[in-house]
C-alpha cells in the first residue's frame, strides 16, 4: 500500500535550519506531483511548496519563497524540504501529499502522518 514517512522534524532556533524527507514506497514515486503542506495549532492545512514528478518545476508560498528549497530525488523515491531562516511563524506540523494518477483522467491522493517543526524565538 501507499506509504509517505517524513523525517527530519524537531526544535530549531529562530534563524535556524532543518532539512525535512519524505520517503515514498507503494507507488510509481517519479509519475506523481509531490507538495508539503503545513498545519500550525488552530489553523487550517496550508501549501508551503510543490514540486512536479519530474522535478523541473516548483511552487512555493510566498511565505517561505527565498527561504525553502523543495526538491525530489527520483532514484531514491524521496522528497525533500530544506528550510533555511526558520522564524517562529513556521511553527507547525508538515505534511508531505503526492498526487498520484490514476489513468488518463483521475488521481489519488495521499498524505503522510506529519512531522513536527517548532522553531524557538
Known amino acids: 500500500q501507499v506509504q509517505l514517512v517524513e523525517s527530519g522534524g524537531g526544535l530549531v532556533q529562530s534563524g535556524g535550519s532543518l532539512r525535512l524527507s519524505c520517503a515514498a514506497s507503494g507507488f510509481t514515486f517519479s509519475s506523481a506531483a509531490m507538495s508539503w503542506y503545513r498545519q500550525a495549532p488552530g489553523k487550517e492545512r496550508e501549501l508551503v511548496a510543490a514540486?512536479?514528478?519530474?522535478?523541473?518545476?516548483?511552487n512555493y508560498a510566498a511565505s517561505v519563497k527565498g527561504r525553502f528549497t523543495i526538491s525530489r530525488d527520483n532514484a531514491r523515491n524521496t522528497m525533500y524540504l530544506q528550510m533555511n531562516s526558520l522564524k517562529p511563524e513556521d511553527t507547525a506540523v508538515y505534511y508531505c501529499k503526492a498526487v498520484v494518477p490514476r489513468g488518463p483522467w483521475y488521481h489519488d491522493d495521499y498524505w503522510g502522518q506529519g512531522t513536527q517543526v517548532t522553531v524557538s524565538s
Open positions: 514540486v512536479t514528478n519530474a522535478g523541473d518545476r516548483t
